[in-house]
């Protein structure tokens, strides 16, 4: 008589972003099988996608494919497929082509998409930047305007096509607005023969009352002096109340702009509803203090899928080293669990948040220490250098921004997918 030989405990993590990598690393050397699951085969380093949406980078810089990276883990299965739900009570991930995946824990890291407080028919007219896709759509249509407006003889449209708005003074709206700012007055004069690119406007436009509101009120100050500097016009206070094909409307005024970029919110995935589970207002799954889901230990959620509080009370903020820390966390916890052992309550240490601001300025708050200008960039550039996977991304993305600050050049200015068209 044969006993059946007991099969490995199977974690299921839904998401290869910061959060369910960091969760898949840290279970190196567990009594576990794994199974990662992303509708993408590559894992994508979000803070730099502006870059390659403003020429910056290539794609292939900040994004890897996710078989090479567990490629020594024996252990890990990687499936390209797209989950629909989950089966709390059956124990069962639902993938959108019917098939099913049993698990006894589940790791949900299912990140965010754009957020339109409403307006879901803004998005063909002002795409966002979550994923590499999004990030060549704006590269195409940024760089296509440059090339439309140098064959456009009438004035207005001309204008219209050298406007470029960013809804939203957040980071990314920031750091897009400053981004193309220099590549407008810095990069392109010299390679056009019939506009003058120096007089392309950018426009940032915040309904909240500064930029960068979650920087301490002198560093958002020196962010707007600095956008400023760069000829980026700041618009604040003032909500957006249209997005058409043709520009926008705030404060009851209509600006002629060709390409607008959504830079001012985000909504979770779907990953509360699944799981009839309490959300706030951006959809984030309320997780309880050892990041489970309430109702189901045996369902961890982390990065920008939940919504948990810091030590100081607020909400931690969704920036790849929460979704990293708490990556790490749930692995540690899966493990302790395994040993008949425990943790305590996951706790958040805010390490710093950064925020470029054109080629060449940077502002960083440490808490206590707080940097801004060319020093900051230095160290926000070395920070996010140090966070890249492996040496030869390191030495490319080092190179490139090298060479952009000593020669204003920005070799990936590159019109992809077929398309003379500003928008589509």
């Not at 883990?73 to 098939?99: H, I, S, Y």
């Not at 309320?286 to 109702?295: A, I, M, N, Q």
Request: proline share 6%; aromatic share 8%; glycine share 10%.
């Amino acid at each position: 008589m044969t006993t059946a030989l007991k099969q490995p405990h199977h974690v299921v993590i839904v998401g290869a972003g910061f959060g369910g990598l960091e969760a898949a690393f840290g279970l190196a050397g567990a009594p576990v099988r794994i199974t990662l699951i992303d509708r993408r085969n590559h894992h994508l380093f979000q803070p730099l996608l502006y870059q390659v949406a403003t020429a910056s980078l290539a794609t292939s810089e900040i994004a890897w494919p996710i078989r090479y990276l567990l490629r020594d883990r024996p252990e890990v299965t990687t499936l390209f497929a797209n989950v629909n739900g989950v089966d709390a009570e059956g124990k069962r991930v639902l993938l959108e082509d019917g098939d099913t995946i049993s698990y006894d824990t589940l790791v949900l890291a299912t990140g965010a998409r754009h957020a339109y407080f409403g307006h879901d028919e803004w998005e063909p007219f002002a795409p966002g930047l979550k994923t590499l896709e999004d990030a060549t759509t704006l590269r195409r249509r940024i760089l296509v305007a440059f090339e439309r407006a140098e064959r456009e003889t009438d004035p207005a449209r001309r204008a219209a096509l050298l406007t470029f708005v960013i809804i939203g003074a957040g980071p990314t709206g920031v750091e897009m607005a400053g981004t193309i700012a220099d590549l407008a007055k810095d990069t392109l004069p010299p390679d056009f023969r019939n506009i003058d690119t120096h007089k392309t406007r950018v426009v940032l436009v915040e309904a909240g009352p500064r930029v960068l509101a979650g920087f301490p009120e002198d560093l958002s100050a020196y962010a707007l002096r600095s956008l400023q500097e760069l000829g980026v016009e700041v618009v604040l206070g003032q909500p957006v109340t249209e997005c058409a094909i043709d520009g926008v409307v705030y404060g009851g005024n209509r600006l002629e702009a060709r390409t607008i970029v959504w830079a001012a919110g985000v909504r979770a995935s779907r990953a509360a509803e699944w799981l009839n589970a309490p959300a706030d207002r951006a959809y984030r799954l309320k997780v309880e203090p050892d990041l489970t889901v309430p109702g189901h230990p045996d369902i961890f959620a982390v990065g920008d899928t939940v919504t948990i509080a810091g030590p100081d009370g607020n909400p931690v903020p969704g920036i790849a080293p929460a979704a990293k820390q708490q990556g790490r966390y749930v692995a540690a916890l899966i493990k302790a669990r395994l040993s008949g052992g425990t943790l305590p309550p996951f706790r958040y240490k805010h390490a710093g948040s950064l925020a470029q601001i054109g080629k060449r300025k940077a502002v960083i708050d440490f808490g206590r220490i707080k940097l801004r200008g060319n020093l900051a960039w230095w160290i926000w550039g070395i920070a996010h250098i140090y966070f890249l996977i492996g040496l030869r991304n390191r030495l490319s993305v080092a190179l490139s921004w090298l060479w952009i600050h000593a020669r204003d050049q920005r070799a990936a200015r590159l019109i992809t997918q077929g398309s003379s068209k500003v928008t589509g």
